[in-house]
């Protein structure tokens, strides 16, 4: 009985040996099948789709930022009035201490939300005019400041980043 197993036993690894002999020329033959020119089409294809698809995410991410951004200006633009609102309030007389206080940490608090979300004032008076950031709504004559200089501002401006939600309306002197 136990000759049979042996015999048996070596049939079987024959058997393997065979399988794996054809298994090795079947590989051989396939990448045979395959011409050099044909790979390196396919390697040439397989690296453009990449280059793409590595394009394709970048300007997906820089819309996506855009488009934050634009939204985000545009929700800003609409709180400005209110913004401006609370400035006067902190500005104006009153008796009340504890009002005027709270006035005044309503709109640092509301200072603060614009700054996280990268919004920045635009600086106007001693600066010199630029049509990009500002808005000139009349000119003074002043020997004691500069040509173009802001003389003084009416209304604060706005941008984040680079873009301008608002423009300082100013006085521009000489």
Do not use: W
Not at 36 to 50: A, E, P, T
Not at 88 to 104: F, I, L, P, R, S
Not at 128 to 153: C, M, R, W, Y
């Amino acid at each position: 009985m136990s000759e049979e197993k042996n015999k048996h036993d070596e049939e079987l690894e024959k058997k393997d040996v065979k399988t794996k002999q054809e298994n090795e020329k079947t590989e051989k033959k396939q990448e045979e099948m395959v011409p050099k020119q044909d790979y390196d089409d396919l390697d040439d294809r397989y690296k453009r789709i990449l280059a793409e698809f590595e394009n394709f995410k970048k300007r997906s991410g820089k819309e996506r930022e855009s488009l934050y951004n634009s939204i985000l200006a545009d929700v800003v633009e609409a709180t400005l009035p209110v913004l401006d609102n609370l400035e006067n309030a902190a500005k104006a007389e009153t008796q009340d201490e504890e009002y005027k206080k709270g006035v005044e940490l309503v709109l640092k608090q509301f200072k603060d939300v614009l700054t996280s979300k990268g919004v920045h004032e635009i600086k106007t008076v001693g600066e010199t005019f630029d049509p990009e950031l500002h808005e000139a709504v009349s000119s003074i004559q002043d020997e004691n400041l500069g040509e173009k200089e802001i003389a003084q501002e009416y209304r604060k401006g706005y941008k984040i980043g680079n873009k301008v939600i608002r423009h300082s309306m100013v006085v521009v002197a000489n």
